[in-house]
């Protein structure tokens, strides 16, 4: 369901964002789109500059180049602060949960609602506690006691609380940092389920991953990094899966290092020659 903002532009645009530091290129005109009620998928391998744009969207770095605009207009995301008064929320690996806390606290973490007024006024319990139940069927998310610590729940779980929260308290853009990098075949599908839940309740979302199998099935774009560089910005009707496995893998370049693995057959018979000459 994509839900256009009021003059049809995307809800964030990024033109040619640059980033530098020293002599090293994080970033170099990198630029694509994202619109409300639908997932840009941003891959790359390590080092190929998806935490420094993760960065530069959560107001952590400036962009030395290139500009950001959400709804059609220039933004400035000065700090991580003023990237959540624009409505980005950022879902780290780490997830910033506290492992023995329930699951209600870490809801509400550092946003806590309370009641009474001057030195009366206290932690609300009883609507943190329904407020964290309620959000989370919303979402679609069965939790058995919103009492129990946070820990104790499955990777894919953690995630889906963590998305919850950031839909909760207001988020229009969501940015995932590789929520299902650590996570088997069952808990990455619970994961992608979440994603959907939050792109269909509108959100505009930036799945960052490495795995084109976990992007392609929920990406409506998709955005691909090489060492700061893009290999490309295409929407799903422009690129296959197979295609997209091929460019995240390094296209020429793997059939280059296939080709120098290939076993020499001279010497496949010389190893062979040898083994039978250990053996008698």
Known sequence: MT?????????????????????????????TTVRAGEVTCVLGDNGAGKSTLIKILSGVHRPDGGELLMN???????????ALDAGIATVYQDLAMVPLMAIWRNFFLGSEPTKGWGPFRRFDRRTAIDITRRELREMGIDIRDPEQPVGTLSGGERQSVAIARAVYFGA???????????????????????????????????????????????????LLLNRGRSLGDLAKSEISLPELT???????????????????????????????????
């Open 246 to 280: 091929r460019l995240m893998a390094g296209g020429a370049e793997l059939e280059e290092l296939a080709h120098e693995l290939e076993r020499d057959p001279s010497t496949s018979s010389a190893a062979k020659a040898y083994q039978e000459e250990a053996q008698a």
């Open 172 to 222: 229009k853009l969501l940015i995932l940092d590789e929520p299902t990098s650590a996570l088997g075949v069952k808990q990455a599908g619970v994961v992608l389920r979440y994603i959907a839940a939050a792109r269909d309740r509108g959100l505009g979302v930036i799945f960052i991953t490495h795995n084109p199998h976990h992007a392609y099935p929920i990406g409506d774009r998709f």
């Open 72 to 82: 059609g207009a220039p933004v400035t995301l000065a700090n991580p602060r003023a």
């Open 3 to 31: 839900m256009p903002s009021e003059n049809g532009a995307p809800l964030l645009e990024i033109k040619n964002v640059a980033k530098t530091f020293g002599t090293v290129i994080s970033l170099a005109g990198v630029s």
